[in-house]
């Protein structure tokens, strides 16, 4: 009987872990901020190939947010970046609040 005790619970503990690691892992997914996750996105990725002087030369390419989000994609994909849709967007956000203003 001991054995089927000590079974149970431990599924019982494996079941626990699992749904605590799941709604963790749903609130990762929420970018209650995206201003900040931008910037933060920007610095972890953007600075390795270029500096804020990209943003505020003058004969920047980027005349409208859609510019600045098509810019935003073609170097994420260039460079091979893990961003979601969400990230990219939010770098968008960030970008546009700090230089553009569109």
């Given at each position: 009987m001991k054995t089927l005790t000590k079974k149970i619970f431990n599924f019982l503990v494996l079941l626990s872990?699992?749904?605590i690691c799941s709604i963790s892992f749903a609130s990762e997914g929420e970018i209650t901020d995206p201003i900040a996750h931008g910037e933060e996105a920007h610095k972890n990725h953007c600075y390795k190939c270029h500096t804020d002087d990209i943003y505020t030369r003058e004969n920047s390419?980027?005349?409208s947010i859609d510019a600045l989000s098509k810019q935003v994609v073609r170097c994420k994909e260039?460079?091979?970046i893990p961003w979601f849709d969400e990230d990219a967007d939010a770098v968008v956000q960030f970008l546009n609040k700090k230089y553009y203003r569109f």
């Amino acid at each position: 009987m001991k054995t089927l005790t000590k079974k149970i619970f431990n599924f019982l503990v494996l079941l626990s872990t699992m749904s605590i690691c799941s709604i963790s892992f749903a609130s990762e997914g929420e970018i209650t901020d995206p201003i900040a996750h931008g910037e933060e996105a920007h610095k972890n990725h953007c600075y390795k190939c270029h500096t804020d002087d990209i943003y505020t030369r003058e004969n920047s390419f980027v005349k409208s947010i859609d510019a600045l989000s098509k810019q935003v994609v073609r170097c994420k994909e260039g460079s091979d970046i893990p961003w979601f849709d969400e990230d990219a967007d939010a770098v968008v956000q960030f970008l546009n609040k700090k230089y553009y203003r569109f």
